[in-house]
């Protein structure tokens, strides 16, 4: 059973850091690029960053340019996304995703397949 699974999430102020895991089971992880998406309340699915099957490639929506960094252990069939000096505009709820062979550019929620569950991120003082 394909499984992808976030955990990180939480209340932090801001200027705070947060790492985001995104642990996968029942598919061949090294195939799939993985994404992360946000929704805040009342707004669309929003990009956030994607990273390629190989890790070769990176992207990331402009807002979190400089500030957030994605990685994959493929060892550990895990994705990380490193968050630093967190804004109160980054309060969303953080989606991991997985697509087979995916590029990465301009990553798109109809790009990826499978979903995770979701993990609340808010920054607040």
């Known amino acids: 059973q394909l499984q992808l699974v976030e955990s990180g999430g939480g209340l932090v102020q801001p200027g705070g850091s947060l790492t985001l895991s995104c642990a996968t089971s029942g598919f061949i992880f090294v195939d799939y690029a993985i994404g992360w998406f946000r929704q805040a309340p009342g707004k669309e699915p929003e990009g956030v960053s994607c990273?390629?099957?190989?890790?070769?490639?990176?992207n990331y929506e402009s807002s979190v340019k400089g500030r957030f960094t994605i990685s994959r252990d493929n060892a550990k069939n895990t994705v990380y996304l490193q968050m630093n000096n967190l804004k109160p505009i980054d309060t969303a709820i953080y989606y991991c995703?997985?697509?087979?062979?995916?590029?990465?550019?301009?990553?798109?929620?109809?790009?990826?397949?499978?979903w995770g569950q979701g993990t609340q991120v808010t920054v607040s003082s």
């Open positions: 990273i390629t099957s190989a890790g070769d490639s990176t």
């Open positions: 995703a997985a697509s087979r062979g995916f590029h990465c550019l301009g990553p798109a929620p109809s790009d990826f397949n499978y």
